[in-house]
C-alpha cells in the first residue's frame, strides 16, 4: 500500500515537510504519545537539543517495537515552549527524518507542559 503526499503549488510550503500525507484504507497505522527528553532512566535532558535529541530516540525505539522506521511517519505533532528553540528544534528534527518524502507537520509555540523544565514534546503517526 503506497502513502501518497500531496504538496499542491498553490499552496505556499515554507519548510522540511508535507502538506498532506493519504493513507490508503486497511494500513497499519502507529499513534505515538507525546514524547519528551526523558530517557529509559526516566531522566530529563538539560537543554532543548539534548532534549529533542532525546525524544526522537524515544519515538525510534517506539517505531522499532512496531517493525516501522522513521521513514513511516506520516504526521509529526510539535509542542515547544519558546519560539527561540525553532531552529535547534529543526536541526535536531533534520538528523532523523532526513529525506523526502517529509512527514506533514505541525509546530505550536505553547505555554508549558506536563513538567516545567520540559521543553519539547514530539507526537508522531507512522503508517506502513
Given at each position: 500500500?503506497?502513502?501518497?503526499?500531496?504538496?499542491?503549488?498553490?499552496?505556499?510550503?515554507?519548510?522540511k515537510y508535507s502538506l498532506g500525507a493519504?493513507?490508503?484504507?486497511?494500513?497499519?497505522?502507529?499513534?505515538?504519545?507525546?514524547?519528551?527528553?526523558?530517557?529509559?532512566?526516566?531522566?530529563?535532558?538539560a537543554g532543548i537539543e539534548k532534549q529533542c535529541t532525546q525524544a526522537w530516540k524515544n519515538i525510534g525505539q517506539v517505531l522499532r517495537a512496531a517493525g516501522m522506521g522513521f521513514?513511516?511517519?506520516?504526521?509529526?505533532?510539535?509542542?515547544?515552549t519558546d519560539s527561540r528553540?525553532?531552529?535547534?528544534?529543526?536541526?535536531?528534527?533534520?538528523?532523523?527524518v532526513s529525506a523526502e518524502p517529509y512527514p506533514a507537520s505541525t509546530l505550536l509555540i505553547v505555554q508549558g507542559l506536563a513538567d516545567p523544565?520540559?521543553?519539547?514534546?514530539?507526537?508522531?503517526?507512522a503508517a506502513t
Open positions: 500500500m503506497a502513502i501518497t503526499y500531496h504538496n499542491p503549488k498553490s499552496v505556499s510550503l515554507a519548510g493519504e493513507v490508503p484504507q486497511g494500513a497499519r497505522v502507529l499513534f505515538m504519545s507525546g514524547q519528551v527528553g526523558v530517557d529509559s532512566r526516566g531522566k530529563l535532558q521513514r513511516d511517519i506520516v504526521k509529526v505533532n510539535v509542542f515547544l528553540f525553532i531552529e535547534p528544534y529543526r536541526a535536531t528534527r533534520a538528523a532523523f523544565g520540559m521543553l519539547v514534546e514530539i507526537e508522531a503517526v
